[in-house]
């Protein structure tokens, strides 16, 4: 495999010559402090603008007043497979997870520095009027999506719904409020719910309680591979109040209450770990019995991190590809070689069956947990979360021989004919 190495005095303007992000480069801006009237939601609160109904970001009206559990929000997938937004998705018809995303005011408390939603934004732009994963969020009363899909019933095009908690004093009690409102008209069985938890403000009783009341899967947003990136991107290094141990503690916490295969980790890839690191991490986390959720790092507007590039895509395809080995091959990072600089080398499988995995497809689509199609197809498909659709990391639907064409380009593996 030929890779360019970059030098010691690498920075965002010789990117176009990497092909990893090394740690040397993936530093976040230092967040400034708004204005003490911009914070808290200080704005939307002084308006105190009554919600009509659905919200649509950037609707060049006041961002009014509101709250979970009353108000939710969703990705604009969601809500175009929900019939709330038109508009279409470049060869996606629909999305088929729909995950609702708790909302204040005050926002998120915390300060991530890859994250559109993150604490310091609060000058700038109204929670509910901030992008997240490259797209717009509306905001919905919680009883109307209820409605719709209840209405849907077994014909719902969601295989999955779930919570995404934020880091707020209400969220743990609001997440429990939706999840009771939610299963109250709507069956696990038929629609099967994950939470994507906030530990940091959350107990062992809070993961009991959720799998009491039927959530199915439980995730932890690590999002950062190893200790030292996640101190630096969403700890004390952006005065952001998360640390990794906590994050481990609630994650076992669901290992212990959830069981196996129903509890995983979410993973940005690109932030300065290497692929050895991430990979250990997905080993440890399927030896824990667990899955982990990969996400391609984009520098997401408005962030502490919007002026570092995107995830080189041969860095993105060796790490999908043996992180769908070791979650769903059972090859292990152990089999696997990497080279001075810690890249994947060798795959830890012979070519032919190397080249069926790549064949198929499956290991380069989003990941996530399952819906109703197979194990290994998540439901949560994010599409264009990662990445520009004119450069896809995450296949949000099966890719086609073109498609496969193009990561074998970027893997730079050449098929082998027989
Ligand atoms: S806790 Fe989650 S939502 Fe809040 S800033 Fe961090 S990544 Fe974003």
Not at 63 to 79: F, G, I
Not at 221 to 233: C, N, V
Not at 288 to 311: I, N, Q, R, V, Y
Request: with cysteine; charged share 25%.
């Amino acid at each position: 495999m030929s890779c360019h190495r970059p030098d010691a005095t690498t920075d965002a303007t010789t990117t176009a010559l990497l092909d990893h992000n090394p740690a040397t480069l993936m530093q976040p801006r230092q967040p400034e402090m708004p204005p003490k009237a911009m914070r808290n939601g200080g704005r939307v609160k002084a308006n105190n603008v009554a919600p009509q109904g659905v919200y649509l970001p950037n609707y060049n009206i006041l961002t009014p007043h509101m709250r979970s559990p009353e108000y939710v929000q969703m990705s604009t997938a969601a809500a175009i497979t929900l019939g709330i937004m038109t508009g279409k998705m470049y060869r996606c018809a629909c999305t088929r997870c729909l995950n609702l995303l708790l909302s204040y005011p005050e926002g998120c408390r915390a300060n991530c520095a890859y994250c559109g939603l993150a604490r310091h934004r609060e000058a700038e732009r109204d929670y509910a009027d901030r992008n997240f994963i490259r797209v717009d969020w509306p905001a919905v009363p919680l009883e109307k999506v209820i409605d719709k899909v209840a209405a849907d019933g077994a014909a719902s095009p969601f295989h999955r719904m779930c919570i995404s908690m934020i880091t707020h004093p209400r969220s743990d009690d609001d997440t429990v409020t939706v999840l009771k409102q939610w299963t109250d008209r709507i069956s696990p069985e038929t629609i099967p719910v994950s939470i994507l938890s906030n530990p940091t403000t959350m107990v062992r009783d809070d993961v009991q309680r959720l799998h009491e009341l039927g959530a199915d899967i439980f995730t932890v947003a690590l999002d950062a591979a190893t200790p030292e990136i996640f101190d630096r991107t969403r700890g004390k290094g952006v005065q952001s109040p998360h640390s990794w141990a906590k994050y481990w503690e609630i994650l076992r916490d669901a290992r212990d209450i959830f069981g196996p295969q129903k509890f995983g980790a979410h993973i940005i890839v690109g932030m300065g770990e290497t692929e050895h690191d991430v990979l250990t991490l997905v080993q440890q986390l399927v030896d824990m019995g667990g899955h982990s959720h990969m996400f391609c790092f984009f520098p997401e507007k408005g962030s502490l991190m919007d002026h570092l590039p995107a995830t080189p895509r041969d860095q993105w395809r060796r790490v999908q590809l043996a992180r769908y080995l070791i979650d769903y091959r059972g090859v292990r990072v152990d089999q696997m070689k990497f080279d001075g600089e810690g890249r994947v080398s060798d795959f830890g499988i012979a070519q032919g069956e190397l080249d069926d995995v790549i064949n198929a497809g499956v290991a380069f689509r989003t990941s996530g947990c399952p819906g109703k199609f197979a194990e290994d197809i998540s439901a949560c498909d994010r599409p264009y979360g990662d990445s520009p659709p004119s450069n896809i990391a995450s296949f949000p639907f099966p890719p086609n021989k073109g498609d496969v064409r193009k990561i074998r380009r970027q893997l730079r593996i050449i098929e082998q004919k027989n």
